[in-house]
Each structure stands twice: as C-alpha cells, then as structure tokens.
C-alpha cells in the first residue's frame, strides 16, 4: 500500500474464521523519503546456501525469502542485497568491510554494483576463512558531495 513519508502507525488485526479477534499488534514504522537529499539504504537482506548448487539457485531468478537466522556455519556461503538510494542523479556507490566483535576493521568485502537500471547491490561472501565468533558486516553508501551512512549485518559463526 502506498504510504506518505515519516511515521506509521500501523494496527494489526489477526482474525479467526468467523469466530472474531484473535490478536492485535500495533507497530511504529518510519517511511523513508526517497526524494529525501541525502543517500538512503534499505535494510540488508541475507541468504545463506550450503551448496555451491543452492548459491546457484539463490542467484539464478528470484530468490527466496531471506533468512532471519543470523547463526552459520564455517561451511555457509551468505549472499547479501540491499539497494542503494541516492539524490537526484548521483548514484551511490557502496563498499563493505568484516569487522570483528570488538569492532576493529578484519578485511574488505567485494560489493557487486547493481545491473543497469537497478539500485540493488550484491555481495557474496564465504566463510570458510574466518574461526568461529561474532562478526559484524559494516556496508556503507558514499555520493558525491553527501553524508556517508551505513548499515550492520550482525551474525555469529559456529563450529
């Protein structure tokens, strides 16, 4: 449904057949202003493949829905989209890096520019390489002439 930008108050009725209410939610959403002049993200959608072949699947066509767990293994290949809005025509350009539990910058991450007429990045990221722990994925949006912002991916890396 289309929304002004700012704050929502958004009620949620969950309804039973024909016996009425079954429960109520109300939540705040803020609705970001695209037309805003500053960079905006969108918040970080993860997949995760075990595969190379489940990889394939996650980047060939539309993917599934993204996962909520933010527990892997050693063994997991995480596939990371968010878009990428800038003002007017500047176009945004995104970089990534891993950083450990305490917050000290571990490694660059390669961020996929999106396809032509698109604003979604990409980043494909292994993990056979780092030891088990807790990680954050810090990815940040630069444009010309405006105020860098940033995004963390928080997850945790098991056995």
């Given amino acids: 449904f289309s929304a002004p930008p700012g704050k929502l108050d958004l009620r949620l009725t969950i309804e039973g057949d024909g016996t009425g209410t079954l429960d109520t939610e109300d ?9 805003a002049p500053e960079i905006a993200l969108s918040t970080p959608k993860v997949w995760f493949a075990r595969t190379a072949r489940e990889f394939t699947q996650l980047t060939a066509g539309t993917p599934p829905a993204p996962t909520a767990t933010r527990e892997f293994r050693r063994t997991d290949r995480l596939l990371v989209r968010l878009d990428a809005y800038a003002p007017g025509t500047s176009a945004a350009a995104l970089t990534a890096q891993l950083l450990n539990q305490q917050g000290q910058r571990m490694t660059e991450i390669p961020v996929t520019p999106p396809p032509d007429g698109s604003k979604t990045f990409s980043i494909d990221f292994p993990l056979a390489s780092l030891p088990p722990g807790q990680y954050l994925m810090e990815i940040t949006a630069n444009s010309e002439g405006h105020k860098p912002v940033s995004e963390l991916v928080a997850f945790r890396l098991g056995a």
């Fill in 27 to 35: 939540r705040d959403l803020v609705i970001p202003d695209p037309t």
